[in-house]
């Protein structure tokens, strides 16, 4: 092999390293088949037989220091709307997901993880009313997760930048990403972030965010990509993640550029 040659298959493998496939994030779990529901304990070990990259969960703390599953910050009861931040637990149990589940606590849901082979857990704060109420919960699911050695399984993400700087500062090897889309890569990488995860809209208005990132050594995750356009559009971009409710699908949209 002369050098030219050499060098021509140098850069070629570095191409094929640099623009490795993206991963998929199964949005609240994967919940669009039988038996699932969105945050159900059935929506994570699906995603995890589906051998998604991670399974996204949404959690908040109740008004006597439970962390629970719930996306809304609100539930229906007997046809009255609860603040899920103001409800005791015993009264959040009441609730039941629609394949029939109770409203999983966070400890529960950690239990089914231990289980899962295959996916990552990507645990999302929710912004709380005050930040003594997001530190207790940040501080109880980190020990949570630690007490349970899944610290190299767990990833979280946020809207709220004092989740963030929580995490940061509980655990240091945390991947932790911002969700909110107002922060350009260079502030989220001196905030010590590991990547940004922002809506796909904010991708396309900032495409070159993805470049900027990767410079930085950030990863870049989007949510929630759910039709084959936006797919295509956001595997082009490269970025490393797709959180969507359609895993197969963007599954199968990723294996066709292989
Ligand atoms: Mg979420």
Redesign the pocket.
């Known amino acids: 092999m002369n050098q030219k040659t050499l060098i021509t298959s140098l850069l070629f493998l570095s191409f094929i390293f640099s623009a490795t496939a993206q991963e998929i994030i199964a949005?609240?779990g994967y919940w669009k088949t039988d038996g699932s529901a969105q945050n159900s304990i059935a929506a994570l070990m699906k995603a995890d037989a589906i051998k998604a990259y991670g399974s996204?969960v949404?959690i908040w703390l109740s008004s006597d220091g439970v962390p629970v599953v719930n996306?809304d910050a609100d539930v229906t009861l007997d046809g009255k709307k609860l603040l899920v931040q103001e409800t005791p637990f015993a009264t959040l149990r009441k609730m039941k997901l629609a394949n029939g589940e109770p409203l999983p606590t966070v400890e529960e849901y950690l239990d089914a993880f231990e289980k899962c082979k295959n996916t990552k857990l990507i645990i999302?704060f929710k912004t709380h009313r005050t930040k003594e109420r997001e530190d207790e919960l940040a501080q109880k699911v980190i020990d949570m997760v630690h007490e349970r050695g899944l610290q190299n399984r767990v990833e979280y993400i946020s809207f709220g930048i004092n989740f963030v700087a929580q995490v940061i500062k509980l655990d240091a090897n945390a991947p932790v990403y911002y969700l909110n889309g107002d922060l350009s890569p260079r502030v989220i990488k001196s905030m010590g972030a590991f990547g940004i995860d922002y809506h796909h809209n904010v991708l396309k208005k900032n495409p070159q965010w993805v470049k900027e990132s990767h410079d930085l050594g950030l990863k870049v995750n989007v949510w929630t990509v759910n039709s084959t356009e936006d797919i295509n559009k956001m595997i082009d971009l490269n970025v490393d993640f797709i959180t969507t409710d359609e895993p197969l699908l963007t599954e199968e949209l990723i294996n066709k550029r292989k």
Request: aromatic share 0%.
């Open positions: 949005h609240r996204e949404d996306h999302e």
